[in-house]
T-cell receptor, first 112, second 113 residues
């Protein structure tokens, strides 16, 4: 079973619209959550991290974490064509564990 | 910004041949990782390392070996390449700790014919 599941697989929003991406994990050991973004032809790059319950806002991006339900979301307001990319949710357990577990990704297309 | 480089960027290999993918990082990170990316599977961890001389099996290690001869360098070795290993391979580095970000290289596209 995939330990980190993302939905939807793909998403299309108009320029200026709101994009909402979801992620659910099945491992209660996960304590640290990340969103990574990958533009076509490039390596993934960390977008945001969230480690505590609640919201974390960075510019147009807001991440929300609910540890009780193991649910993480990413909301992008005022979406721009440059936001078109593959978005990965990733999770890690505590301690010195170096491993990140990635979801399969959500492909976001922002149409101008 | 952390710098991770990979070589080669593109590689065509024959079935049964040996392939070595190289990764270098200049940020003195303890941990390094090799992933493969395939459509429908996301990023899957092959091998990782906590420091020079150490290698650990990831989630899909079969058919791959890894080598970490120094803090800066981490190699992925396919002793007997198969067409199923055709993929895009990413190397990453990062510090130890749950909060630590991983920094990815630009990827190597490997085709095994």
């Amino acid at each position: 079973q995939q330990k980190v599941q993302q939905s939807p697989e793909s998403l299309s929003v108009p320029e200026g619209g709101m994009a909402s991406l979801n992620c659910t994990s099945s491992d209660r050991n996960f304590q640290y959550f990340w969103w990574y973004r990958q533009h076509s032809g490039e390596g993934p790059k960390a977008l945001m991290s969230i480690f505590s319950d609640g919201d974390k806002k960075e510019g147009r991006f807001t991440a929300h974490l609910n540890k009780a339900s193991l649910h993480v979301s990413l909301h992008i307001r005022d979406s721009q064509p440059s936001d078109s990319a593959l978005y990965f949710c990733a999770a890690r357990s505590g301690g010195s564990n170096a491993k990140l577990t990635f979801g399969k990704g959500t492909k976001l297309s922002v149409k101008s | 910004e952390a710098a991770v480089t990979q070589s080669p960027r593109n590689k065509v290999a024959v079935t049964g041949g040996k392939v070595t993918l190289s990764c270098n990082q200049t940020n003195n990170h303890n941990n390094m990782y090799w992933y493969r990316q395939d459509t429908g599977h996301g990023l899957r961890l092959i091998h990782y390392s906590y420091g020079a001389g150490s290698t650990e099996k990831g989630d899909i290690p079969d058919g791959y070996k890894a080598s970490r001869p120094s803090q800066e360098n981490f190699s992925l070795i396919l002793e007997l390449a198969t067409p199923s290993q055709t993929s895009v391979y990413f190397c990453a580095s990062g510090e130890t700790g749950g909060y630590a970000e991983q920094f990815f290289g630009p990827g190597t596209r490997l085709t095994v014919l």
